[in-house]
């Protein structure tokens, strides 16, 4: 099945190529909730990891969007360069949460009954080198094969030509949730090219947002004393009334901990994000100036992206070009780029009979020295920017001193006008070429070859101009100059995602590294063996919910439950003992003692199976159904209980190893051995 995939900033978008035409897929909405029902948005995979103190593991998607204590978003934007992240007790890199992302936008496929095993991927078209690259490792970490990088401009065109079979000079002004791009292509028999794009990359939706949360506090008249949990609220709340001011000219919004309901009108907002508008249409003005004409040379204008559907930033866009644009229902604004993707996978794959044209964006080449005396390196160019694919040069290059046995090849991707340090220049990776015996460096010339295949992946070759010989023959897969993690690492990391400990490594740890730098791995010890009754190695807990969800002591007039908790226990429990079976068994009464929210979310993990509650009525309650089950399957229970009543009738309680007791103290779940209190004998005299 060819398959394009819009990675987007706020959301993704997954379409496939049918044979016939383009099906957008609906990957993720059963978790959508009404008041989030808006048109397409069932198409919409919200490009966000959450976490959940109710919920065991990550959350993608509608989930981690709608259901979440905290959340990560746009870690697309931090792949320019590979930022950290926070998760629980762990940091990871972008590139592994966005490999997450891929991870569970495939798996929701599969669920669907289709596969995504390969697949055109959208990037911004003035994503730096660095963000291109890293998209493609997170795609592959994920078990996706990238057949090409699409700029997203180029995808939107292409859906729209693909419906409206014409030819023209097509702008379209791209602006979603972290980026503007503005892209001017022209269309002609079948053929596509890209001639000026011009982009802000810290300029999106979730600026907007800041600007209306900022209006929403000033109308309130304080910066309202909100948890965790009530600011994930408040964000959610500016988002949906940022939407619905797209179609409607009042919004009344409610903002957890405050009792009356805030009136934001249409006006308002724009009159605070005028500023911003403003600044988006610089692009469109800069690839007009760049191609020498006017808005009269430009055929269509598509407005892609969410942002670009608030009727006042078409209103700009049409001020500026003096002409209407594409109506929403033509080109669609959410879909059309991962449309475009697909065609592109069809076409790639000779599904469509058509032309397209995918060119580079930069120059690659390598380094050298600026002269013999110099120490300073320059780069050196052997493919020109916007180069159409594939492509293949040569440049030859002689060594600086007499009788080297080894030299190092620096592959840059960078602009050839600016210093070879400037942020926006991205080294891949280093080449070690050993010369096969000392010769003079007049001898030791090599020529230097680039292929630069249409899928975006770079082939270097270095052959030795005397001889002939061929000292390097290697495609660059892995980037691995400074921030860049391998796809080993990568998929190492997403284990954190997965809620499982991070394999043990033997590197020493890493030292303490800035916001946004790489994150290597944690090292953590390997695991012990799990206890078990017989002497032998148990795989198997049984855990007293009721009881860890109360603390595990006594309960006090005022005392209430923690259903998060107890989930928090169990996430721990198997963090610390991989691969082991864990069941969870509670009390009918917990389920009444809980707040409201947690009692829904306690139906929900018994529903699906991760908490059994014991019937009221029940024989000895939720403690004998523990330890009847423990005997049974030889488990471990993991309790603070002394279970003194039952000592009698499960008397392996009291051997070493069979109970575990749970403490948190400072955060961190202790699961330590524990032998039950005995119940004590009578003396003589029957006390």
């Not at 891929?102 to 798996?107: S, T």
């Not at 992946?457 to 860049?484: M, N, P, R």
Request: proline share 6%; with cysteine.
């Amino acid at each position: 099945m060819t398959t394009g995939i819009d990675f987007g900033t706020t959301n993704s978008v997954v379409a496939q190529w049918n044979g016939e035409d383009v099906e957008v897929l609906s990957l993720d909405g059963e978790h959508l909730e009404d008041e989030w029902f808006y048109p397409s948005f069932e198409h919409l995979f919200p490009t966000i990891v959450g976490e959940s103190s109710l919920r065991l593991g990550t959350l993608f998607g509608w989930e981690a969007k709608l259901r979440s204590n905290r959340v990560i978003e746009a870690c697309k934007r931090m792949l320019r360069n590979d930022g950290g992240i926070q998760l629980r007790d762990r940091r990871v890199s972008a590139t592994s949460v966005a490999a997450g992302v891929f991870q569970a936008m495939r798996e929701r496929a599969e669920k669907n009954l289709t596969t995504i095993d390969s697949a055109v991927i959208t990037v911004p078209a003035n994503a730096k080198g660095g963000a291109r690259y890293r998209t493609r490792a997170a795609a592959r970490a994920a078990g996706i094969q990238v057949k090409a990088l699409l700029n997203e401009p180029t995808a939107a065109a292409l859906s729209y030509m693909h419906d409206i079979q014409d030819e023209g000079t097509i702008m379209v002004f791209d602006w979603g949730g972290g980026t503007i791009d503005v892209t001017v292509l022209e269309h002609r028999d079948g053929l596509f090219e890209e001639r000026a794009s011009r982009g802000i990359t810290q300029l999106g939706g979730l600026e907007i947002d800041k600007k209306l949360r900022e209006l929403i506090i000033r109308k309130i008249g304080h910066e309202p004393g909100l948890s965790v949990e009530e600011e994930r609220q408040f964000a959610l709340a500016v988002e949906r009334t940022k939407i619905r001011l797209s179609t409607e000219e009042t919004v009344l919004t409610r903002i957890p901990g405050i009792s009356r309901l805030i009136e934001i009108s249409r006006a308002e907002l724009e009159a605070v994000i005028g500023h911003l508008v403003e600044d988006a249409l610089e692009p469109a003005r800069m690839c007009l100036n760049d191609l020498g004409i006017s808005p009269t040379g430009i055929s269509d204008i598509l407005l892609i992206g969410g942002t670009s559907q608030m009727p006042c930033v078409r209103k700009a866009v049409e001020r500026l070009m003096g002409m209407e644009t594409v109506p929403a229902e033509i080109c669609h604004p959410m879909t059309a780029v991962a449309r475009g993707a697909a065609i592109t996978a069809a076409i790639m794959e000779g599904e469509l009979d058509s032309i397209l044209q995918v060119s580079s964006m930069y120059a690659l080449g390598t380094t050298t020295a600026k002269s013999l005396e110099s120490k300073e390196r320059v780069f050196s160019e052997i493919i020109k920017p916007r180069s159409p694919l594939p492509t293949r040069e040569r440049k030859s290059y002689t060594p600086k001193k007499d009788f080297q046995s080894e030299l190092k090849i620096e592959i840059w991707e960078a602009d050839p006008s600016k210093p070879l340090k400037d942020p926006e220049n991205f080294q891949l990776t280093t080449l070690n070429v050993r010369y096969p015996q000392p010769l003079y460096r007049h001898e030791a010339s090599f020529t230097l070859e680039y292929t630069y295949q249409a899928d975006g992946l770079l082939h270097v070759k270095a052959t030795l101009d005397k001889s002939g010989k061929v000292l390097v023959d290697q495609e660059i897969t892995d980037f691995t100059h400074g921030e860049t993690l391998t796809i080993a690492e990568i998929k190492r990391q997403m284990t954190v995602l997965e809620g499982l400990p991070q394999p043990t490594v033997s590197a020493p740890a890493p030292a303490p590294q800035p916001e946004f730098a790489r994150i290597e791995p944690a090292i953590r010890p390997a695991p012990g063996p799990i206890p078990g009754g017989d002497g032998k190695v148990g795989k198997s807990f049984v855990i007293d919910g009721s009881n860890i969800a109360w603390a595990g002591g006594d309960v006090k007039l005022g005392d209430t439950p923690s259903f998060a908790r107890l989930l928090e226990a169990v996430d721990a429990l198997k963090s610390e003992f991989p691969g082991a079976v864990v069941d969870v068994i509670v009390d009918a009464a917990l389920a009444h003692q809980l707040p409201y929210l947690e009692r829904e979310e306690l139906k929900k993990a018994m529903r699906s199976g991760l908490v059994t509650q014991v019937p009221a009525g029940t024989n000895g309650k939720a403690d004998r159904v523990v330890a009847t089950l423990a005997t049974r399957k030889n488990a471990v229970v993991v309790t603070n209980d002394s279970y003194k009543e039952l000592q009698a009738e499960f008397p392996w309680l009291l051997d070493e190893g069979r109970v575990l007791g749970a403490t948190n103290p400072g955060g961190i779940w202790l699961f330590l051995k524990r032998t039950p209190v005995r119940p004590r004998r009578p003396d003589v005299n029957g006390r």
